[in-house]
C-alpha cells in the first residue's frame, strides 16, 4: 500500500471515480450500478466503464472493487489497519468492536508474556496463532508494549533470545487480575493460555462457597462492593492462593505512599474474611504483604454512597488528595462550560466519593479498573457535547496526574456532571390561552380540563373565543392558540397554533400538549438569534471550510449519523449567533461526510439556565437529525420548534 491515504484522491484521476469510492465506502454491502448512476447522473454503463478504470488505478493500494451479477459493487480493502486509515482520514464512523482478531491476538500475547518463566520468541507466537511468517506481529506487539506501559512493565525483545517483560511484582498482578477480563461468575474459565490459566485455577464448589463467604462478610460491613468489584475481588484471592501454593513466598516492593492502610475498616474487613477461609480451606496463610495488596485492592474497590463514609479518619491524606482530583475538575468543567459548578453541592459530594478509590490508584500511579465488556455507551453519545467535554477533561487530567479514566470511570464523571444539569430548573412565565371553538364552547370542555390538570402552573388563563370573536377583537394578547383538529382544514391565520387529535390516549394526548408549553419558557429570549446559509453544490463530495474560524476559541465537536454534524462552540463569546450551514439538498454531503456545520457563539457567563437550554437544542439536534433538516429547509428562527416540529400533529 502507498504510503499517504490521501495519494489515493490524487490517483483517481477522474472527479466522479472520488465520488463512487467515497459512495462505495460509506455502503455497508452491494450498491447496484444503477444506484451509482442515478446517483451521478450517469447511465449504469458509464459507472462500469469508470470501475474498470478504477481497479487499474488503485491497484499500488491492494483496495479491490468486487462485483457480483444483478448485485452490484462492493469495495474490499486489504485489511483493518488500511481500513481504519481510510476512514479516519474521512472521517467516516464505524462501530467500536470489542474483540476484533487484532485484538484477541494481542490478549493472547499479553497472557502468554505474564505467565512465561522463559523469553518467547516471535516465530513461537506466530505457530500459536497459526500465522504465517509474513505477520510479523508489529501492530500486536506495539498495543502489547503500549498496554504493558499502564502498568510500569517494559517490554523487551532481544534479536534470537525472545520477548520478555520486566516489572515490579506489585503492578503485575494488578496486569494479571486485569487480563482476567470479564469480572462476573459466568466468566469463561478458559482464557486461551494454559499457563494462564492456572492461575485463576478453582473447583466450583469450593468457589461458590468462596464467593458466599465474601458477599457474607461485605454484607455484615460498612464496606460495600458493587457486583464487579466483588467478583474481582474474588479472582484476586484465588490469585493469590495459586500463587503462593506455588512460589510459598511473595516479595512484593509497594510504592512509597502516606497511607495508614491499617487504620481502614477494609483492612479489618479483609482479616475478618481471610479468618474465615482460612478456618475452611487451605492456601490461605496470607502474609502481611498480600493482606496489605488486598486492603489497597478493597480501598480501590469501594463503593462510597454516603458522604459521611468520606472522612478523613477512615481515608487519612487520601481525603485531601481526592479534593484536590475533585477540585481540579470542577475548575476545568467550570472553565469549559462558564458557568460556577462549585455551588451544586449534590455533584461536589458526589465527585469526592468517585475520587477516594482514584485518588490511592492515583498515587499509586496504577490506572487499572474493571472492564465492563462493551465501550460504546449510548448514554454517552446522546449527549455529545458533555460526552465531548468530558472526553477534554480526561485528556487533561491524565496529563497532569499521570491517571487514565477507564471507560467506565468516564461515565461515573458523565453521569454526575449530567446530574448537575439535569438540576438546574428553567424558569418560565404562565401563558395566556384561547381555545377555538368552531364547534361550539362544550366542545373544548375536555380540552381546558386537561390543560388545568396537568399544566395549570404554566397557565395564567384560558379564554374559548369563537373564530368571529377573534376576528372582530381590536387587539390579540395570546401566547398560543388551541383547536380541535378538525380547525386544520378552515385556514387558522393565528398562530403558534395547536390542533388536539380526538384519538390520542391520555398520556399521548398530555405528552402532545406538553409541547405547547415550551413558548413559557422563553427560548427565544435567551439564546442567540438562528442563522441559515445553503453550502454551495460544489462541495459536494470536496472539502468545505468556514471562513468565520479565524481563531482557536471555538470547541469542535463531531456528532450525528455518520458524523455528518460538525458543530464548532464558543461559550464565552462577544457576540451571539447560532449560524447552520446546509445543503440544500438533503442527500449531499461533503468530502468527509458533514451535512451540516453549526458555529454557535454566545456568552454564557455563569447564567445556568442559558447553558442548560442551549445544551437541551445540541441534544435535540443530534438525537434526532431530522429536526435540524426541517428547520433547514423552513429556516425557522423560533427554538421552541426543534422541541415540537414531531408532536404538534400539524400545527
Do not use: W
Not at 468556514?546 to 465537536?557: A, G, M, R
Amino acid at each position: 500500500m502507498q504510503s499517504n491515504i490521501g495519494d489515493l484522491f490524487t490517483v483517481l484521476l477522474n472527479p466522479r471515480h472520488k465520488v463512487i469510492f467515497l459512495l462505495l465506502l460509506r455502503s455497508e454491502g452491494m450498491v447496484s450500478s444503477q444506484m451509482l448512476a442515478d446517483e451521478l447522473g450517469v447511465t449504469p454503463r458509464t459507472i462500469k466503464n469508470d470501475i474498470k478504470t478504477m481497479r487499474t488505478e488503485m491497484t499500488g493500494f491492494g483496495i479491490q472493487i468486487l462485483s457480483k451479477r444483478s448485485e452490484g459493487y462492493r469495495l474490499v480493502l486489504r485489511d483493518q489497519e488500511q481500513s481504519d486509515q481510510i476512514k479516519d482520514y474521512f472521517q467516516i464512523y464505524q462501530p467500536n468492536t470489542v474483540n476484533d482478531e487484532q485484538k484477541l491476538r494481542v490478549q493472547y500475547i499479553i497472557r502468554r508474556l505474564l505467565s512465561s518463566q522463559e523469553p518467547i520468541k516471535t516465530e513461537q507466537l506466530q505457530r500459536e496463532l497459526y500465522l504465517n511468517e509474513s505477520n510479523s506481529l508489529h501492530r500486536e506487539l506495539a498495543e502489547v508494549k503500549e498496554f504493558f506501559r499502564g502498568y510500569h512493565i517494559e517490554l523487551v525483545i532481544k534479536p534470537y533470545y525472545g520477548i520478555t517483560i520486566q516489572g515490579e511484582l506489585f503492578y503485575k498482578i494488578s496486569c494479571i487480575v486485569r487480563m482476567y477480563r470479564y469480572f462476573h461468575k459466568y466468566s469463561s474459565s478458559d482464557l486461551g493460555v494454559t499457563e494462564f490459566n492456572d492461575f485463576f485455577l478453582c473447583d466450583e464448589n469450593e468457589k461458590e462457597s468462596m464467593r458466599d463467604i465474601l458477599h457474607k462478610t461485605l454484607a455484615g460491613s460498612n464496606i460495600v462492593f458493587s457486583d464487579l468489584y466483588s467478583e474481582r475481588f474474588l479472582i484476586y484471592l484465588i490469585f493469590f492462593r495459586n500463587y503462593l501454593r506455588k512460589h510459598e513466598t511473595m516479595e512484593i516492593n509497594f510504592p512509597e505512599i502516606d497511607f495508614n492502610y491499617k487504620a481502614t475498616e477494609e483492612y479489618g474487613v479483609i482479616e475478618e474474611l481471610i479468618q474465615k477461609l482460612r478456618n475452611l480451606y487451605t492456601g490461605f496463610d496470607f502474609d502481611k504483604n498480600v493482606l496489605q495488596y488486598l486492603t489497597l485492592v478493597a480501598v480501590m474497590s469501594t463503593d462510597l454512597y454516603r458522604f459521611r463514609e468520606c472522612s478523613e479518619e477512615r481515608y487519612g491524606e487520601l481525603v485531601k488528595i481526592a479534593e484536590d482530583l475533585r477540585n481540579y475538575i470542577l475548575n476545568e468543567l467550570s472553565t469549559y462550560f462558564c458557568i460556577n459548578m462549585f455551588n451544586d453541592y449534590t455533584c461536589f459530594k458526589d465527585l469526592l466519593k468517585i475520587m477516594i478509590p482514584i485518588s490511592l490508584k492515583q498515587v499509586l500511579k496504577l490506572s487499572d479498573d474493571v472492564d465492563m465488556g462493551f465501550y460504546d455507551i449510548k448514554g454517552m453519545d446522546r449527549k455529545p457535547v458533555l460526552n465531548y467535554a468530558i472526553h477534554c477533561l480526561c485528556i487533561a487530567f491524565e496529563e497532569k496526574y499521570s491517571y487514565k479514566f477507564s471507560k467506565r470511570e468516564q461515565y461515573l464523571l458523565f453521569i454526575t456532571i449530567l446530574g448537575l444539569f439535569n438540576r438546574i430548573t428553567l424558569s418560565h412565565y404562565k401563558l395566556k390561552l384561547a381555545l377555538i371553538a368552531i364547534d361550539g364552547r362544550l366542545s373544548t370542555q375536555q380540552l381546558k380540563n386537561n390543560l388545568q390538570q396537568h399544566f395549570g402552573e404554566f397557565i395564567e388563563k384560558i379564554e374559548t373565543k369563537m373564530l368571529y370573536e377573534l376576528e372582530s377583537m381590536d387587539s390579540l394578547h395570546y401566547d398560543y392558540y388551541l383547536c380541535m383538529e378538525y380547525g386544520k382544514h378552515m385556514n387558522i391565520k393565528y398562530s403558534p397554533i395547536y390542533y388536539a387529535s380526538e384519538d390520542l390516549s391520555e398520556k399521548e394526548y398530555v405528552a402532545s400538549l406538553n409541547n405547547v408549553f415550551i413558548n413559557s419558557y422563553r427560548y427565544q429570549e435567551f439564546l442567540p438569534r438562528l442563522y441559515y446559509t445553503k453550502i454551495d453544490e460544489k462541495f459536494r463530495f470536496e472539502p468545505f471550510q468556514l471562513k468565520e474560524l479565524n481563531n482557536s476559541s471555538y470547541n469542535e465537536i463531531i456528532t450525528g449519523n455518520n458524523h455528518e454534524i460538525r458543530l464548532f462552540l464558543n461559550l464565552d463569546s462577544d457576540r451571539e449567533k447560532f449560524h447552520i450551514y446546509y445543503f440544500a439538498d438533503a442527500e449531499s454531503f461533503t468530502l468527509h461526510g458533514e451535512k451540516y456545520f453549526i458555529v454557535v457563539d454566545t456568552k454564557i457567563a455563569d447564567n445556568s439556565q442559558k447553558l442548560k437550554m442551549i445544551m437541551n437544542v445540541f441534544d435535540r439536534i443530534f438525537d434526532t437529525p431530522a429536526i435540524l433538516r426541517k428547520q433547514c429547509e423552513e429556516e425557522v428562527t423560533d427554538y421552541h420548534c426543534f422541541f415540537t416540529m414531531n408532536n404538534l400533529n400539524g400545527g
